[in-house]
């Protein structure tokens, strides 16, 4: 395992500021709003149905239309206050963290517990509104794309798809001065170039190609940059942020276009957390933190050079695993190198398979070791993994 830098260490140690209390309590308390009836990747349209039927009668809940293959999408609205802010997921069919913690939000703000003060104060200051699962027929097949193929995120501009349109309706009717759009990223970004995954990733959307921060775009970054601060106390040195060049065909680019301060909150890696329930929780305390510091206003104080300074978000820098100087042998010769191995989902699970062969003294894994014992024969990129894994990782599983 390579080391960390020092220099990293020493950065994130500047930015380490003391935890606000209602965070620390809110973590300490997630098992209580939890929605228990959520416990994986692969949820459906029909596991969140239930869910928004007995959502309760303090929360607003209208079908706003249907995906292309005729299932309702829901916004949830709750809150009395003037700040209208527009939380949406999961337009990427396999990127299900953030429609649970909507689920485990609702749960909060119907019964807030030891928060209640803040509960209110979030609700007297704002109106929520909440679209979980965007994209439920991709869901369904847990797949990125919608039932058309199409990417729904990029398709701001044109609004091809039911779903593109129905966002966009929801954009224009309610001109929300705030939105939080919410994904999933691969878990193999890492926070900068270390073997840090960026288990939480930012953005601040550009919304023209020069990257102007106008008034809107500011409050972006600094609610981002307190949002960082605050998770350091969790998740130390494994937050990042995206490059921010303007992408019209974006749905987080557009809607900062149209007036809105937006947040892209994209959930990635963190080690031993398949299922991303760690993760899922981190959006839970990131997301009420916002809506907290919107509240109140207190995120004016923060700098956009505090949003400067998180690590950009570097792709594929990780792999699952690695087994560092396999030994191969065979018609092709005997040679020792690396071998990198990286899942892929499909509908019903994820395959593990060969990704990489070769010089990865650059790369890192959640998983590395040392190739030990008898050589092994000629694999092939894109090979099933299977075998390797059992054979070298099953005892750290
Ligand atoms: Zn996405």
Not at 10 to 31: G, V
Not at 124 to 149: H, I, S, T, Y
Not at 197 to 225: C, G, V
Not at 236 to 263: E, L, R
Request: contains cysteine.
């Amino acid at each position: 395992m390579k080391k960390i830098p020092e220099i990293f260490y020493l950065k994130q140690s500047i930015i380490l500021k003391p935890i606000a209390m209602f965070t620390k309590h809110l973590f300490e308390s997630y098992k209580d709003f939890k929605e228990t009836n959520l416990t994986h990747r692969r949820i459906k349209h029909s596991d969140i149905i239930p869910l928004i039927k007995n959502a309760g009668n303090m929360f607003n809940v209208n079908s706003i239309g249907k995906s292309c293959e005729n299932r309702d999408i829901f916004q949830i609205n709750i809150g009395n206050g003037e700040k209208k802010i527009l939380l949406w997921s999961q337009m990427h069919g396999n990127e299900p963290t953030a429609t649970q913690t909507i689920f485990d939000l609702l749960n909060f703000f119907k019964n807030p517990k030891q928060f209640k003060n803040e509960a209110d104060s979030i609700l007297n200051a704002c109106k929520l509104f909440f679209v979980p699962m965007l994209n439920p027929d991709g869901a369904e097949q847990f797949q990125r794309r919608n039932a058309q193929q199409i990417d729904i995120n990029r398709d701001a501009f044109k609004t091809i798809s039911p779903e593109s349109k129905l966002l966009m309706n929801s954009v224009d009717e309610l001109k929300p001065d705030f939105g939080f759009n919410l994904h999933d990223q691969d878990i193999w970004y890492a926070s900068g170039n270390t073997a840090y995954p960026a288990t939480i990733s930012f953005l601040a959307p550009a919304f023209d190609s020069e990257k102007t921060i106008d008034s809107k775009r500011k409050r972006s970054m600094q609610i981002i940059a307190s949002m960082n601060t605050m998770l350091q106390q969790f998740i130390p040195g494994q937050t990042a942020k995206y490059n921010d060049d303007f992408m019209p065909t974006a749905f987080g680019d557009t809607i900062q276009q149209k007036g809105t301060s937006v947040m892209l909150i994209e959930s990635g890696g963190y080690k031993n957390d398949p299922e991303k329930q760690f993760v899922r929780k981190l959006n839970f305390i990131s997301i009420l933190h916002a809506l907290k510091i919107i509240a109140d206003n207190s995120y004016q104080t923060e700098s956009v050079d505090s949003y400067n300074k998180i690590s950009p978000n570097v792709k594929n820098c990780l792999f699952d695993y690695i087994i560092r100087n396999a030994k191969f042998t065979g018609q092709v010769g005997n040679y020792t190198t690396d071998i990198g191995i990286r899942s892929i989902s499909k509908t019903e699970q994820d395959l593990y398979l060969i990704d990489d062969i070769g010089d990865l003294s650059q790369h890192f894994a959640y998983k590395e070791i040392e190739f030990s014992g008898n050589p092994i024969h000629q694999y092939k990129i894109g090979d099933s993994a299977d075998k390797l894994i059992n054979r070298f990782f099953t005892e750290l599983k």
